[in-house]
């Protein structure tokens, strides 16, 4: 495993940091619930993304959570983007109204890096009924600060993998290879063309956000030998190995990829997946769960393979909504008490019996997947999942060092800004506005100006 050293953001992120960039606009909703104060007594504020997993964990929180503890839980729920600018002011400024929030493995290290989360390993050794170590190394490894130190607990987690059509395989006489290469998938896309009326290969993602279009194609890049930064924070998306990455992922998704593309998100892509317009799929593994659901018009007829490569052995990415407590709460005691309820094993199991199996936020801990109720319901594709999540290298995901952590992001405060106008750049070559090339070299200059910030780091 390549090492690298541990680094320093210039002062100009710090900045950018507490004025509130770290956000991502992918999702939209409303919100609910209430804010108010900084929590006081036998109460804790939570403020969390309105993800169908946390909904229902503010669902069953006062029958459970407050009914064994006295702990009253205050929830604020927002969308993605709301709920990241609201994290990082509050964060930022320490200003102590909100004692929880749901971070990903994006922003901890960064929050870690800055002291605004309180480390969580002292919380730990008190609660011995934890147990840390059932939640999956990569999870914790990703969650860990500079220091060493924990700073966030998961709430759930994913990787990525290659779903697709076992029936039309069969059906067409075509085999999925059991570690596919990228070649070998968009030959398999191009056979696919057709086999039903009006059905395209694959379909893969092309709207712009560095968490859309930038999250699949980056994995892709990595593979292919890419990197954004090389160790010593060179620019390199003009590299031979982008070029190739990118004229790759663009060529595909023109040729055989689902129609209107420069628009499609994961949204678009699981829906075009669930009614019979592709054939193949490259995502998230938290997709299976919507295409093996009760009604799903594909359960049952759907195949998953790991994420495609061609340099490296592994390329799926690692994502996880997880809970981290703000430096500033003024109940840290109670706050730990919350966090550890709900990413727990025994959550878990409540959301099993009441809720059932299937929605269970699932990928974080290694007895989920020897759990008999979660490995039958969540049988086609629950081993694929884990494998995926283990394989996944955030320290190590090319073929070469990396300055920052990321695995489908670079761990600096920057990337949500930088990746957003990547991406753009990228939507346009997939729309046939540009060429790759004219992309790849705006692009650079972009990240150029990055690199003006932490060379010599």
Not at 337 to 357: C, H, M, P, R, T
């Amino acid at each position: 495993m390549h090492t690298h050293s541990r680094w320093r953001p210039p002062r100009a992120a710090l900045a950018a940091a507490a004025a509130g960039t770290l956000l991502a606009p992918l999702l939209s909703g409303c919100w609910v619930g209430a804010g108010g104060a900084g929590s006081g007594g036998d109460s804790v504020n939570v403020l969390m993304v309105n993800n169908p997993q946390m909904v229902e964990l503010q669902k069953l929180t006062a029958e459970h959570f407050t009914k064994d503890t006295g702990i009253k839980v205050n929830f604020t729920v927002l969308p993605e983007n709301d709920v990241r600018d609201k994290i990082s002011q509050d964060f930022a400024n320490q200003a102590g109204q909100y004692d929880v929030a749901t971070l990903s493995n994006y922003e901890i290290p960064i929050y870690a890096r800055n002291g605004w989360l309180k480390e969580m390993d002292s919380y730990v050794a008190d609660d011995p009924g934890y147990d840390q170590q059932d939640v999956l190394e990569p999870m914790r490894r990703s969650l860990t600060g500079d220091d060493g130190k924990l700073y966030g607990q998961p709430f759930y987690g994913e990787s990525s993998f290659l779903m697709y059509r076992k029936d039309l395989f069969e059906r067409e006489g075509l085999t999925m290879p059991a570690r596919p290469t990228w070649q070998q998938v968009a030959g398999l896309a191009a056979e696919l063309d057709g086999a039903e009326p009006g059905m395209k290969g694959i379909c893969l993602r092309g709207l712009p956000g560095w968490g859309e279009v930038m999250a699949p194609l980056t994995t892709v890049v990595n593979t292919f030998g890419g990197t954004w930064f090389d160790e010593d924070w060179n620019a390199r998306l003009d590299s031979p190995e982008w070029q190739k990455a990118v004229k790759f992922y663009v060529d595909l998704v023109r040729e055989h990829g689902e129609s209107g593309a420069p628009q499609a998100g994961f949204a678009e892509c699981l829906n075009n997946m669930t009614q019979g317009k592709v054939a193949m799929w490259y995502d998230a593994t938290s997709a299976a769960g919507s295409l093996e659901a009760d009604g799903s018009p594909v359960q049952g007829k759907v195949g998953y393979a790991p994420a495609p490569v061609e340099r490296t052995e592994s390329s799926g990415w690692l994502y996880t909504w997880a809970w981290g407590i703000q430096d500033a709460s003024r109940n840290p005691g109670n706050a730990w008490k919350f966090v550890s309820w709900a990413s727990s094993k025994e959550y878990e199991q409540l959301v099993g019996d009441e809720i059932g199996w299937s929605n269970i936020p699932a990928g974080k801990r290694a007895s989920t997947y020897a759990n008999p109720d979660y490995r039958a319901e969540a049988a086609a594709f629950q081993e694929m999942t884990k494998e995926a999540i283990e394989q996944a290298r955030p320290d190590d995901p090319g073929v070469q060092p990396r300055p920052a952590p990321g695995i489908q992001f670079v761990g600096i405060p920057e990337f949500t800004d930088l990746g957003t106008r990547v991406s753009q750049e990228i939507s346009a070559a997939i729309a046939g506005r540009q060429s790759v090339a004219s992309a790849l070299r705006k692009s650079q200059q972009l990240a150029e100006e990055i690199s003006e910030e932490y060379e010599g780091r």
